[in-house]
Each structure stands twice: as structure tokens, then as C-alpha cells.
């Protein structure tokens, strides 16, 4: 089952990606503030996946590559269980979705029309790869 959720750690969040937007945590992906338990990192789920709206985490220790420790307080303040895509209530995910695909079938158009004429040099070890055009012009 897919659910998004929205995260919010404290507002008194000093860190500069959240202090601005009350704490909310902005997913990387899809640069809103819903997150697809299905998508999201398996740390931050297990935090967060038997809480109800409004309860708040245990306190997850972050640290960064540079060895920054952070510490994260999460809070559920919508659940969005999953259901059918209705237009009204999902239009921008349709809208995203729609958008990908145009964007998929513009590429193959375009890759289909430049293939044969386009030399492609494919190392021995890699001919053996499946590839989802016909780059080896068998």
C-alpha cells in the first residue's frame, strides 16, 4: 500500500534546507513536502511508519558526509492513504506523470530518427547488454 505522507520536524528547526519553511522537510525527488512510503528512505520510513497523525517521533541522529550531526524530531500531519486517482484531488501527479511520459515518447522519436545514421562505438564486454533501442544496428 502507497501512502504520502507529510514530514514535519520542530519549527524551531536552525537548519537552513527547513528553518525557512517552518521545518518542513522538502522531498529531494519531487521538490514538495509529500512523501511515497514506497520511495523514501528505509531510515526516515521505520521512524516513521506506525505514527498517527499529529504524534510525534522518538529522535532520529543524523550525520552528514562531512560528519555534522543533526537530530531530527518528525511529526505526520497528513496521511493520504492510498485510493484511486481522482482528477480534482491528484491533478498534479497526473500532470507530472503526463509530462514524463511526453517527455520518454519525445526522446524515443527523436532516437529512433537518429539511430541508424549515429555511429556508436560499443566495447566488447558491453554487446552483450540489452539495450532498449537497436544500437548495435542488428
Known sequence: MAIL???????????????????????????DYNFELTRMDPELYAQIQNLKDGEV??????????????????????????HVADYARDYLKIKELALNEKRINAI??????????????INGKHRDCDFSSNWLKQ
Open 5 to 31: 505522507l507529510l514530514l514535519r520536524p520542530q519549527e524551531s528547526s536552525d537548519e537552513k534546507e527547513t528553518k525557512f519553511d517552518g521545518g518542513q522537510l522538502i522531498n529531494p525527488q519531487t521538490q
Open 108 to 121: 524515443q522519436k527523436w532516437q529512433n530518427e537518429k539511430i541508424l545514421d549515429t555511429y556508436i562505438k
Open 57 to 82: 517521533s522518538l529522535v532520529l541522529r543524523e550525520e552528514d558526509r562531512k560528519g555534522k550531526v543533526k537530530f531530527k524530531i518528525l511529526t505526520v500531519t497528513d496521511r493520504i492513504d492510498e
